[in-house]
């Protein structure tokens, strides 16, 4: 990468956010911590610097994410009477403009899944409720459409009354037992996939869990120069978000 293209990318990087906030903060910051007296101001803008530059790099992703991706792929053996659970992820409600459609991060769950159900004839679980008005499609039934719309021709089994992964969860657990099926492939996001785990794993002790991940958050190369640049994806958001989520399963773990 020659110097011109690294200020180039750099100058871009910090003209929007969220990397004119980095920029802003830190330049606050420096004057107030100099001073002599009250340098509180000084340090809440260097940590709001700081924050934001971990939220909104690629490097600062990777630090906050840590192990959370470091799950492998497996399914069952052939043979076994198996269900592919797909947990819900957002939706991308159209209004009266366009059809509602699963957000970004539940498409690359239901493409995974459709790919495994595709080379293995083994039902579709798909969870989630909150339709955003009376008498509109739950995330499930959304989720379950597109699977249809893909080519997904075997059964499809909606668990539309979750709210949460732990409900997700615990409503799947309800229809495994009913059919009798004790082998489950769990698809989620990568980054989402511990926390999935560690709820199942206490929610359907009985079940055989099969971890599936659906995309990754973080590159699998050395870091680059560019990875040090904020952009608008906020990966970091997402992984220190999850943390902060598993973390509050195993506390609210304590109370169920």
């Not at 509180?40 to 490097?59: E, K």
């Not at 459709?114 to 989720?143: C, D, F, Q, S």
């Not at 539309?160 to 009798?180: N, P």
């Amino acid at each position: 990468m020659t110097l011109g293209f690294s200020l180039y990318k750099l100058a871009g990087s910090l003209a929007v956010p969220p990397g004119l906030f980095i920029l802003a903060a830190a330049v606050l910051a420096v004057p107030n911590l100099r001073r002599r007296g009250n340098r509180a101001p000084g340090f809440l803008a260097l940590f709001l610097a700081l924050g934001l530059f971990l939220f909104s790099t690629p490097a600062g992703a990777r630090f906050l994410a840590g192990d959370l991706e470091d799950v492998k792929a497996s399914l069952p053996e052939a043979g076994k009477k198996a269900a592919i659970l797909v947990l819900g992820g957002g939706v991308r409600y159209g209004g009266d403009l366009s059809a509602d459609e699963p957000g970004p991060l539940a498409t690359v769950r239901i493409v995974t899944a459709h790919e495994i159900a595709r080379k293995h004839p083994w039902p579709v679980i798909v969870t989630g409720g909150l339709p955003w008005k009376p008498n509109a499609p739950t995330t499930a039934e959304i989720m379950a459409a597109k699977l249809r719309d893909l080519g997904t021709a075997g059964p499809i089994l909606l668990a539309s009354r979750s709210r949460t992964t732990w409900e997700d969860l615990v409503q799947t657990s309800e229809i495994l037992k009913a059919k009798g099926i004790r082998h489950l492939v769990l698809v989620t996001n990568a980054f989402h996939m511990k926390r999935a785990i560690w709820i199942a794993e206490r929610v359907m002790p009985e079940i055989r869990v099969y971890p599936f991940p659906a995309g990754h958050l973080l590159d699998r190369v050395p870091l680059r120069a560019a990875d040090f640049l904020p952009g608008p994806e906020m990966a970091g958001y997402l992984a220190f978000r999850e943390r902060v989520g598993l973390a509050a399963a195993r506390l609210m773990a304590r109370f169920r």
